[in-house]
């Protein structure tokens, strides 16, 4: 089986395994597990931020960065098609009662006119504007990385209104090994961040959310009201230690592979791909010139080779490269294609 449909799919290491058994834990409600409090202090040094938080998910994360900045009837400015407003099932305005101000943004970006422009004014008619979202990598622009200069940019942009800035960051770690930089050259310019761990990094379970530390101190209590209090959590927070520390330098070896996917899919005719728009470890084929669905292809990848991908759209496939895909395997998934192509004609 060739498991293409998401790094989420990536199990944990052995050594995760045998930090999990050796792992030393006690009440983390009660603040007294040494692991988890181990996980929060090197992930907030590696994130540039005073503190964070352990916690279940990355959607549990993001909302509560919602929940922590805003009030019911505020606003919140997100990429139309951002995690937070496409993929968390409506949370931001079931739970935090908020509506969103969506801005269509080419490659992830919002243009920063459209920001200044949506930036609510002090008129009593008018919402308050509570929360500016970015998302680097943005998983539906195809794993595109936010370049530094446009971050730079909106948070000035957003600290001239005193608006703050969370960043969506589940796959940060693949933005800063596709620019090559440290991950802090890219948290300096958001308030707050939230990372997977449990995505290319290959830990079970948990993100993380950093922050300035009274605002985690905010989030830790609406953490607690979300059901997310856990107790001896360091056997989770084990593996996410040997994340943060040996699991971001192979990052390098997932973006080759789908560049590598990409260019061979390329080759294909009647396929839209794109190599040069695969900046990190995602691909998006689309294949509307075959005149089948992405469902049908997807099947057809499944029944006769064993290959897995997720539909994005009705014509459009997303294929992510992660630890348990191999040089060969993105071989196979090419040829895998080529036979498929020769079937739908
Ligand atoms: C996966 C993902 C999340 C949510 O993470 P879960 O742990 O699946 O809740 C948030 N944002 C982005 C961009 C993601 O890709």
């Known amino acids: 089986m060739i ?5 989420t799919v990536t199990k944990p290491t052995e050594a995760m395994r045998k930090a999990m058994l050796e792992a030393e834990v006690g009440d983390d409600v009660y603040r007294e597990d040494p692991t988890v409090n181990r ?3 090197l992930a907030a040094e590696i994130l540039g931020k005073e503190a964070a938080l352990f916690v279940t998910s990355g959607t549990q994360g993001n909302q509560i960065a919602v929940l922590t ?10 990429e139309a098609e951002s995690h937070i407003f496409y993929y968390e099932a409506g949370a931001v305005s079931a739970l935090a009662g908020v509506q969103t101000r969506t801005l269509s943004g ?9 920001i200044r422009e949506a ?10 504007t509570a ?12 794993g595109a990385v ?4 446009y971050m730079k940019q909106v948070y000035q942009l957003a600290q001239a209104h005193q608006i703050p800035v969370h960043l969506d960051g589940a796959r940060l770690w693949n933005a800063a090994v596709a620019l090559g930089v440290d991950v802090k050259a890219i948290t300096q310019y958001t308030d707050t961040v939230q990372v997977c761990l449990s995505k290319g990094l290959s830990a079970p379970v948990g993100s993380i959310l950093a922050g300035p530390k009274p605002w985690i101190e905010e989030a830790r209590k609406w953490r ?8 001896q959590a360091g056997v989770i927070a084990a593996p996410g230690i040997i994340a943060l520390t040996d699991m971001m330098n192979r990052l390098a070896d997932d973006h080759r592979r789908a560049k590598a996917l990409a260019t061979g899919l390329a080759q294909i005719k009647g396929l839209n791909v794109d190599p040069d728009s695969v900046e990190t470890n995602i691909v998006m084929v689309d294949v509307s010139p075959w005149g089948v669905s992405a469902q049908h292809v997807l099947a057809l990848l499944k029944e006769r080779h064993h290959i897995f991908g997720n539909a994005f759209g009705p014509f459009l496939i997303r294929l992510m490269t992660h630890r348990h895909i191999s040089d060969q395997d993105i071989e196979k998934t090419v040829d895998a294609f080529l036979q498929i192509s020769r079937n739908v004609k």
Do not use: W
């Open 106 to 114: 080419p490659k992830g970006q919002m243009p920063i006119e459209a």
């Open 3 to 7: 498991d293409l449909r998401s790094d």
């Open 69 to 78: 900045y805003t009030r019911p009837g505020d606003e919140v400015i997100l």
């Open 146 to 149: 936010l370049p530094l200069h």
């Open 131 to 142: 929360m500016i979202g970015l998302e680097n990598t943005h998983n539906r622009a195809g």
């Open 119 to 128: 930036i609510r004014g002090n008129d009593i008619h008018l919402p308050r």
């Open 39 to 41: 996980l929060e202090e």
């Open 224 to 231: 607690k009201r979300l059901g997310g209090g856990m107790r």
